[in-house]
């Protein structure tokens, strides 16, 4: 089991940036796949990006082309750089890992996840 543990969330304005951290203890990171997940208030957690085991990155279509998945293998951390934030990116974001060998997308999917970090995106 790997435990984890998200960083990074706070307040920015819309076009700023935040960059989310994924810190894993008990495991190497780099042994799963992790994917970002985000739930806003009445809504349910939806996918937003993951990256395999073997570096290989998936985005949703709201996010491409604004956010980027990384790890640093050396620090067993997963990030998330958001960059032209929008009102509608405000939620609590989540990471979770899964033994796969691709990226799930379905929360269903994945077994361990973090406590959550909120980001609030003001217009």
């Known amino acids: 089991q790997v435990q984890l543990v998200e960083s990074g969330g706070g307040l920015a304005q819309a076009g700023g940036s935040l960059r989310l951290s994924c810190a894993a203890s008990?495991?190497?990171?780099?042994?799963?796949?992790t994917g970002w997940f985000r739930q806003a208030p009445g809504k349910e957690r939806e996918f937003v990006a993951g990256?395999?085991?073997?570096?290989?990155?998936d985005y949703t279509d709201f996010v491409k082309d604004r956010f980027t998945i990384s790890r640093d293998n050396a620090k067993n951390t997963v990030y998330l750089q958001m960059n032209s934030l929008k009102p509608e990116d405000t939620a609590v974001y989540f990471c979770a890992t899964v033994r796969s060998l691709g990226i799930p997308t379905s929360k269903e999917a994945y077994n361990s996840w973090g406590q959550g970090t909120q980001v609030t995106v003001s217009s």
């Open positions: 990256i395999s085991g073997l570096g290989g990155r």
């Open positions: 008990g495991r190497s990171i780099s042994s799963f796949t």
